[in-house]
């Protein structure tokens, strides 16, 4: 960039000042120069506070994610929005073998290098996974828990091969999925070692320096301002045109919009319904609806003695719920109508619908139930914003609505969510209004959870304990064929849809917006973006 | 003179001291789980176990406030639960952001206030005086997110003469941080365009933050030469022969300062801690900013350092403010 300033030092501060102030006061920047930075840099704004570090194997949030994966190659990733296929990323191919103890992955590397200049081989890969495993990150589980794997598990027999044993309790496939999320991505191991201190595995420095082979790297992350990243030159996914990516923090979807409006950001992250609305019929705007694997939902705490251990309650409550209502006038078509635990777009999903909105027949089932005057409950709600970017109180306040026309009067309790998650993982939330998104892209990341108490997580959150549903979830979890797979998550959605102790609200989309200029831009329900795919004209 | 100020710094470690304890047990009897909030909801017990012990949050309050006292003396203000991280490295970095613009806003308020202020008693109930009492009402009532709306609105969205939300043109970086003030940096970097792009992103949040400040300092200013006019030996003064503006200057102004002075002083400090919601609107990466993300995640360790440094930074600025009274009026002795 042109400078106004020449870089010798030798003007005075006083006069430099003077001179400075000329400028100000002229407050003309040379646009030519600009105007070529402009093209060749995408600025996305949004609300990142979530980055806490960009160390990929510690990294769990979205925004870490999203940066890691531009940073990082995995073994193997997914191509723009289909996520039902994995695909070849540092692996150019590999192979699954069942073996005595359980299955073997065998990949083989293609040729790549660091942006530090040096190859990849399958030593970084073993240290790469070693590394997690040791460290016990927030994402450690995926490898330990889900993968099953230990240190030792991942061996390197040559440079270009590696080696995943995989024991019974696991699912190759779905090592595979969670493979291609940021846990999985490779680290220069020579430099990791090099900045090692206190045998943090280097953690601490890769937590604001990048140590890839991905289409960039870091140039700086300026904490709650900005992060910077640069085309890496080296790598073998390349950047078409654009030259530097900056995520600028704008925490306020209404910095966001005027922000975009002037041209000072070209991709806004966080837009309200309403705002997405306005922005669909702007022609200088490209309004995205991207879809994510997100379920805004209700949770009935079936506890005994709790109004929603009859099984007849709960289902009144998904009739009476105005799901269309919700979809069309609250999220201004930013959702999408699910009923079942699976979201859409993951293999195992179902697409069933039979709860019709209908205040009658949820009526009718609580008098069956033996409650014809419906009855009071206490409604936890966080504070703060939803799924598809609505405000949680004006959900609520539907909701409330709805269930007020059958006779159930919840009382409405707001909280910081962090005060609503340690109320509901106390098992003490009544009725709660909440979100899930699956740790990968693999229909077991609802599917364990939401269906198997013993898991601990969201059945038992809502102590709702299902023999048939625990084991349902469990043999799909390692089911290795496909099609069975795939029928026993159709028994499975089958049975929680009717049984289970939520009643879904939608599936939201994200609105995205961006300027018209940019192209390319595709953001998966993962929440990833491959910026190396992204061009300005 | 300097007994003085060493017993004013004892007396500030007590009540340091008394907002640190304050703090602590505010924010500890939040019913809700910090590791909760930490890891998120997907987060599982052994985790959520694994990090409380970590962090020390298994052990009662009492032995936790001690462990904090302890590093605290040794000038360790502890560690983040979000980010894992220094507090002492994450205020270093958020503070010159909060400072930079916390002066702007002084300085503004500093160029409006007290003319306006000034022009009102001088033209006592003409239109000069109607107008600034009614800036003074306005800019005193107007919610400070709102002006910094309406601000952004007019000036960047429909006229375009200044910029939008940050510290710098995004398509810009900033230059290296050595103060941690960008427009110092940018000096220090010889950068003079970033210089120019920091010093107009200045302009509106320092206008807004400043609003308030210079409504008060108005009427503040006002009424002290209001009431210093009339006093005799200004009317001395005046059959003196002495012309007008010596007389306003030298003899007014130098009298009515100090209630000024103290009004401005409490200012620095309220700025300083009252930057959160023009922070939050302009993108600001200041400990504003810092202290609203913090308090959302329940990360106490870095709430505590937020409302240390507050405290710390309005206790030297009211000690300042003291010591400025001794230069302006001789009359005022600490001995």
Request: proline share 6%.
């Amino acid at each position: 960039m042109k400078r106004l300033i020449p870089a010798s030092g030798s003007v005075r501060p006083s006069r430099l000042a003077g001179r400075l102030l000329a400028a100000a006061l002229a407050l003309s920047l040379p646009m030519a120069a600009a105007e070529s930075a402009r093209q060749s840099t995408l600025v996305i704004g949004g609300d990142f506070s979530d980055l806490i570090t960009l160390d990929p194997g510690v990294s769990y949030e979205f925004t870490g994610s999203l940066i890691t994966g531009n940073l990082y190659d995995t073994l193997v990733g997914f191509e723009g929005n289909d996520l039902s296929k994995v695909r070849p990323r540092l692996a150019s191919s590999w192979k699954v073998t069942p073996t005595a103890t359980g299955s073997q992955i065998t990949f083989t590397l293609r040729p790549a290098t660091f942006s530090t200049g040096r190859p990849v081989t399958s030593a970084d890969v073993v240290y790469s996974m070693n590394r997690v495993i040791s460290l016990k990150t927030p994402s450690s589980f995926l490898l330990t828990d889900v993968a099953n794997l230990k240190v030792g598990s991942v061996t390197a027999p040559n440079p270009t091969t590696v080696v995943f044993n995989i024991p019974k309790t696991a699912n190759p496939n779905i090592v595979l999925a969670l493979l291609t999320f940021n846990v999985g991505g490779i680290i220069d191991s020579t430099e990791a070692k090099a900045h090692e201190q206190n045998g943090d595995f280097g953690s601490a420095w890769l937590r604001d320096h990048s140590a890839g082979s991905g289409p960039f790297v870091l140039n700086r992350w300026d904490r709650s301002a900005q992060v910077a990243l640069d085309a890496n030159p080296k790598a073998f996914r390349r950047s078409i045109n654009i030259k530097r990516v900056i995520l600028r923090y704008m925490l306020e979807s209404s910095a966001q919009q005027t922000a975009l409006n002037s041209g000072e950001i070209d991709v806004a992250w966080d837009y309200t319904p309403d705002a997405f609305k306005a922005a669909q019929s702007n022609p200088k705007l490209k309004a995205l609806k991207t879809s994510t694997f997100q379920m805004a939902y209700l949770g009935m705490n079936s506890a005994k003695g709790s109004p929603f251990e009859d099984p007849r309650v709960r289902e009144a409550v998904r009739y009476a719920i105005d799901q269309d209502g919700i979809i069309k006038s609250l999220l201004q078509g930013l959702g999408r109508k699910v009923q079942t635990i699976i979201p859409l777009g993951l293999a195992g999903s179902n697409t069933a619908t039979p709860y019709a909105y209908d205040p009658a027949k949820a009526k009718a089932l609580l008098a069956a139930a033996g409650k014809p005057n419906g009855f009071d409950v206490d409604f936890l709600v966080s504070t703060g914003s939803c799924s598809g970017g609505v405000p949680c109180q004006d959900l609520a306040a539907k909701v409330q609505s709805d269930l007020a026309k059958v006779g159930i009067r919840a009382n409405i309790k707001q909280m910081v969510n962090a005060e609503l998650l340690t109320t509901y993982r106390a098992q003490k939330a009544p009725l709660i209004q909440v979100a899930w998104s699956p740790d990968y892209p693999d229909a077991d990341g609802n599917g364990t959870p939401l269906a198997d108490y013993n898991a601990h997580s969201l059945a038992w959150r809502n102590s709702w304990n299902n023999a048939q549903a625990s084991k349902l979830a469990q043999s799909a979890a390692v089911e290795v064929d496909q099609s069975k797979r795939v029928a026993l998550y159709k028994q499975l959605t089958e049975l929680m849809v009717k049984e289970g102790p939520y009643a879904i609200l939608y599936q939201p989309y994200k609105p995205v917006v961006a300027s018209a200029s940019v192209l390319g831009f595709v953001r998966n329900a993962n929440g990833d973006v491959q910026f190396e795919k992204i061009s300005k004209k | 003179m300097l007994i003085y100020i060493l017993r004013r710094l004892a007396l500030m470690l007590f009540v340091l001291w008394g907002v640190t304890l304050a703090a602590f047990v505010i924010s500890h009897v939040v019913p809700a789980d910090p590791a909760a909030a930490a890891l998120g909801n997907n987060a599982r017990e052994q985790q959520l176990q694994d990090f409380r012990v970590r962090n020390g949050l298994d052990k009662p309050m009492v032995v936790q406030y001690a462990v904090y006292m302890e590093r605290l003396a040794q000038g360790d203000l502890g560690t983040s639960l979000r980010t894992q991280s220094g507090i002492a490295a994450d205020l270093r970095q958020f503070f010159p952001a909060t400072l930079e613009l916390t002066l702007v806003a002084v300085v503004f308020a500093l160029i409006i206030g007290l003319p306006l202020g000034m022009l009102a008693a001088l033209r006592h109930n003409r239109p000069p005086d109607l107008l600034a009492r009614i800036f003074a009402l306005v800019g005193g009532a107007t919610p400070v997110y709102w002006l910094a709306i309406l601000a952004l609105n007019i000036f960047h969205e429909r006229l375009g003469w200044l910029p939008g939300p940050g510290r710098i043109d995004a398509y810009s970086l900033a230059p290296p941080v050595h103060s941690g003030l960008v427009t110092v940096d940018a000096l220090l970097a010889h950068d003079g365009e970033v210089f120019v792009d920091a010093l107009r992103h200045l302009i509106l949040p320092g206008l807004v933050l400043g609003a308030f400040s210079a409504a008060l300092l108005t009427r503040m200013t006002r009424s002290a030469m209001l009431e210093v006019l009339g006093q005799d030996y200004i009317r001395t003064a005046r059959s003196k022969g002495l012309n007008g503006q010596r007389v306003i200057w030298k003899h007014a102004l130098r009298n009515a300062a100090l209630p000024i002075l103290t009004v401005l002083g409490s200012l620095f400090g309220s700025l300083l801690t009252g930057a959160v919601l023009t922070e939050t609107i302009f993108s600001w990466p200041g400990i504003g900013s810092y202290a609203t993300s913090s308090a959302v995640s329940l990360d106490f360790p870095a709430v505590m350092g937020v409302t240390l440094v507050a405290g710390l930074a309005y206790s030297l600025v009211n000690l300042l403010v003291d010591l400025l009274y001794v230069t302006l009026d001789p009359r005022i002795s600490f001995s």
